[in-house]
């Protein structure tokens, strides 16, 4: 089983991987971000939704949107978000390597690093050529992860995150020839101790673009936030977008 298939993961660190903050971002970044700009009737594919944290507020601006990951337990946390802001959305248990849907929308987004889950390279570009056949003419894919230029910036530095009732202690372990990383992750809570592995695949621009265009995508761009700033020695992100022609 790979690491991303294991439920207990996704709910044990879930306070981790989507604290609060991270649901008012989301609200902020669609109603203000040039990449995320939606409009009524938009078709929007979020793939690794998760528990629906920017399916809410692309809905909310009038798109119909479906969200798709293979986690049940975050499916059905994205359920309750869409109740609790009471808006519509379609939500599919499927696996990214797979899920196609050809010509079915404007809009592919990928985000918080939910790309490079793979130890497969060609299960990663799969993910890719998958959202190329699902997007109509014109359509765009916005792949939106940590890139390798930033990430060698404090990689190695440990972290420690307060959550409720503990801390969780992180180390990253960059892998065969800065190809892959590792993530360890240690919940500290009174006598209770859980551990989990995360790996990930880096890219850098330059390496994603051409997986992009691999994938048969043109018009292939890459910025350093979502404001569509450039791509340089101040990104905060890789934010890379590709058309389909």
């Known amino acids: 089983m790979g690491w991303y298939e294991d439920d207990d993961l996704w709910v044990g660190f879930a306070e981790v991987m989507f604290p609060p903050r991270r649901v008012e971002e989301a609200e902020r970044l669609v109603a203000t971000s040039p990449l995320l700009k939606v409009t009524a009737g938009d078709r929007v594919l979020d793939l690794a939704c998760g528990p629906g944290t920017h399916v809410v507020p692309l809905a909310r601006r009038g798109a119909a949107v479906t969200g798709v990951d293979l986690s049940e337990a975050m499916l059905a946390r994205a359920r309750e978000a869409c109740r609790e802001a009471e808006v519509e959305a379609r939500l599919v248990r499927a696996d990214m390597r797979e899920h196609v849907e050809p010509g079915a929308y404007d809009l592919v ?3 918080y690093t939910s790309f490079g889950y793979f130890t497969d390279p060609d299960e990663n570009l799969a993910v890719l050529r998958n ?63 859980r551990r989990t592995s995360i790996h990930n695949t880096l890219y850098s621009a330059a390496e994603l673009r051409v997986l992009f265009e691999t994938a048969g995508f043109t018009d292939v761009e890459c910025f350093g936030g979502f404001d569509a700033s450039p791509y340089d020695n101040h990104a905060r992100r890789l934010i890379v977008r590709g058309t389909r022609a």
Do not use: I
């Not at 409720?164 to 990253?172: C, L, Y």
């Open 131 to 193: 959202a190329h056949t699902s997007l109509a003419p014109g359509g765009r894919l916005l792949v939106d992860m940590l890139g390798k230029e930033v990430f060698a910036g404090w990689v190695g530095r440990p972290q420690a995150v307060d959550v409720s009732g503990g801390t969780v202690f992180m180390r990253d372990t960059v892998l065969d020839d800065w190809t892959r990383v590792r993530s360890d992750w240690t919940w500290v809570r009174g006598d209770e101790v």
């Open 109 to 111: 987004v990928n985000l």
